[in-house]
């Protein structure tokens, strides 16, 4: 079942660039995915645990059922040190 903020977003939505136009959320592939992890992960556990909070949160959102959103995008941003310390960063705000 979708929340309204996801029923507004995605009637909104005009594609994947749409997704990832606010800061907090850059790197999960999806503006409502508002999950920051507290420290870069440094094993495959830590990256396993923060892939599994994000993918929970999307089914719960139901995000998962939009036709922009990749999960793929979650392993992504975790390989990428660089848009983690900004997703990080971005929890300050």
């Not at 309204?4 to 909104?12: D, Q, R, T």
């Not at 979650?74 to 310390?85: S, T």
Request: aromatic share 10%; glycine share 6%; with cysteine.
């Amino acid at each position: 079942m979708w929340n309204n903020e996801v029923e507004i977003c995605f009637s909104k939505c005009d594609g994947p660039d749409y997704c990832k136009s606010f800061d907090h959320c850059r790197a999960w592939g999806c503006r409502l995915l508002r999950y920051v992890p507290a420290t870069l992960p440094r094993t495959e556990m830590e990256k396993a645990e923060i892939f599994s909070a994000v993918y929970s949160r999307a089914e719960q959102l139901g995000v998962i059922r939009c036709k922009n959103f990749n999960p793929l995008g979650i392993d992504e941003a975790l390989d990428d040190e660089v848009q983690l310390r900004l997703i990080i960063g971005s929890g300050d705000a």
